[in-house]
């Protein structure tokens, strides 16, 4: 049985810096894509940033120039530095992972919560 486990959320003021992570754990192969969703309240899910096995990025025109994703296969980690964090970051981060078990499925962490107001 695969998890995922966020930790990092909280509460930020504008301007301000967190850093998110992402462990997977249980018989894991190989992870593929990781990427970062959020959903705002009263809004839809949507990609935040994502970064393949080989090191290819892609981010959201909303985080580009703020945010940066990494990743560290020796430990099955994904990260999500967030830096001068608005007001419309706020929202439940999730994590994402193409995990192969040796079969490959997509899973879902269970959200950590990033708040940014004053």
């Known amino acids: 049985q695969v998890q995922l486990k966020e930790s990092g959320g909280g509460l930020v003021q504008p301007g301000g810096s967190l850093r998110l992570s992402c462990e997977a754990s249980?018989?894991?192969?190989?992870?593929?894509?990781m990427s970062w969703y959020r959903q705002a309240p009263g809004k839809e899910r949507e990609v935040v940033a994502r970064?393949?096995?080989?090191?290819?990025?892609y981010y959201a025109d909303s985080v580009k120039g703020r945010f940066t994703i990494s990743r560290d296969n020796a430990r099955d980690m994904v990260f999500l530095q967030m830096d001068s964090l608005k007001a419309e970051d706020t929202a439940v981060y999730y994590c994402?992972?193409?995990?192969?078990?040796?079969?490959?499925?997509?899973?879902w962490g269970q959200g950590t919560k990033v708040t940014v107001s004053t």
């Open positions: 994402n992972d193409d995990i192969l078990t040796p079969a490959r499925r997509n899973y």
């Open positions: 249980g018989s894991i192969v190989s992870i593929a894509d």
């Open positions: 970064i393949a096995g080989t090191g290819t990025t």
